[in-house]
């Protein structure tokens, strides 16, 4: 079943794993992008996260330790975008660009003493039978919790955002800051809320 000597199961399997930090980095910027707030830095938070993921599973030896230290990584990267753009109103694209290339700087100088080490595993989740069969089974059947977290996150991301009153309040700050300000919601504040979620 190999084409040219790949094995198209293995390599959507494996495509699937590799989109899960690309997926969670777009369902952050999504939440950002409906709040109004242009975050050209996604990319340097997103990799000041990995790198503090990294460290935090290596010294601790616990890959959900190392999830939540990344998440704090970034989160703390994301509030300094939010304070310079919402507080001191500096220019989202300047700001944006400048946390990337810091953050790729950070992460570079952070990681310099954890070169050729391997972080600890997350177990797969049992599925038993299903991960068996023949083609489907490898593809959707055999991978760790994070990739079923992260396809979970994007519904219920999905679902806030369209049918609960918060997407709503997030939609209307986005579309027109004035009108949901004039309703008396507090604009900076959903929008800094939205920033450190992405």
């Keep these: 079943m190999d084409i040219g000597g790949i094995n198209p199961v293995i390599l959507v399997a494996s495509l699937m794993v590799a989109a899960v930090p690309i997926m969670l980095a777009a369902l952050g910027e999504l939440v950002v992008e409906k709040s109004g707030v242009l975050n050209?830095?996604?990319?340097?938070?997103?990799?000041?996260?990995?790198?503090?993921?990294?460290?935090?599973?290596?010294?601790?030896?616990?890959?959900v330790l190392g999830f939540?230290?990344?998440?704090?990584?970034?989160?703390?990267?994301?509030?300094?975008?939010?304070?310079?753009?919402?507080?001191?109103?500096?220019?989202?694209?300047?700001?944006?660009?400048?946390?990337?290339?810091?953050?790729?700087?950070?992460?570079?100088?952070?990681?310099?003493?954890?070169n050729g080490i391997k972080p600890p595993l997350?177990?797969?989740?049992?599925?038993?039978?299903?991960?068996?069969?023949?083609?489907?089974?490898?593809?959707?059947?055999?991978?760790?919790?994070?990739?079923?977290?992260?396809?979970?996150?994007?519904?219920?991301?999905?679902?806030?955002?369209?049918?609960t009153r918060l997407g709503l309040i997030v939609r209307a700050v986005g579309e027109s800051h004035d009108a949901a300000h004039a309703l008396g919601y507090k604009v900076n504040r959903i929008r800094l809320a939205c920033i450190a979620f992405g």
Aim: proline residues 4%.
């Design 40 to 63: 050209l830095g996604v990319e340097g938070m997103m990799i000041v996260g990995a790198i503090c993921g990294f460290m935090a599973a290596v010294g601790t030896g616990s890959p």
């Design 122 to 163: 997350t177990g797969k989740v049992p599925f038993g039978p299903l991960s068996d069969i023949p083609v489907v089974g490898p593809i959707l059947f055999n991978h760790d919790w994070m990739v079923y977290a992260s396809i979970a996150l994007v519904a219920a991301v999905w679902w806030v955002l369209r049918s």
């Design 68 to 114: 939540l230290a990344g998440a704090v990584g970034g989160a703390a990267l994301s509030l300094i975008f939010a304070f310079l753009t919402q507080v001191v109103l500096a220019n989202q694209v300047a700001t944006g660009l400048a946390l990337t290339m810091f953050g790729l700087g950070l992460s570079s100088l952070m990681g310099q003493g954890y």
